[in-house]
């Protein structure tokens, strides 16, 4: 499995953003594509997860109602649609797969990740 990560930018509060997750190698086995990130001096922390091929979504509370996450099965592309953005918000964005059939919050739980794009928001 191999993830690419990519769309990040700088953007004003209240903007934005949509980054995209290209994955390849999802042929065998259910997964669940994970949206994590990582702020300066901040332990790496859970955002959105979505399964692949089948229902069910889950995001962390403090972005819940904001951001929405979704997959083209067709492109091989996972979405973070990242709206009404805060300063908060500002983190390095992972994309991560688990070979799973439920969504776990937990970092461990996801074996592969991709290398991480940039997000900035300023006030």
């Known amino acids: 499995v191999q993830l690419q990560a990519s769309g990040g930018g700088v953007v004003q509060a209240g903007d934005s953003l949509r980054i995209s997750c290209v994955a390849s190698?999802?042929?065998?086995?259910?997964?669940?594509l994970g949206w994590f990130r990582q702020a300066p001096g901040k332990e790496n922390e859970f955002v959105a997860a979505?399964?692949?091929?089948?229902?069910?979504?889950n995001y962390a509370d403090s972005v819940k109602g904001r951001f929405v996450v979704s997959a083209d099965i067709d492109r091989n592309t996972v979405y973070l649609e990242m709206n009404r953005l805060e300063p908060e918000d500002t983190a390095v964005y992972y994309c991560?797969?688990?070979?799973?059939?439920?969504?776990?919050?937990?970092?461990?739980?996801?074996?592969?990740w991709g290398q991480g794009t940039q997000v900035t928001v300023s006030s």
């Open positions: 991560a797969a688990a070979n799973a059939v439920e969504i776990f919050k937990l970092r461990q739980y996801y074996a592969y």
């Open positions: 979505i399964k692949w091929k089948y229902r069910g979504i």
């Open positions: 190698g999802l042929t065998y086995g259910r997964y669940v």
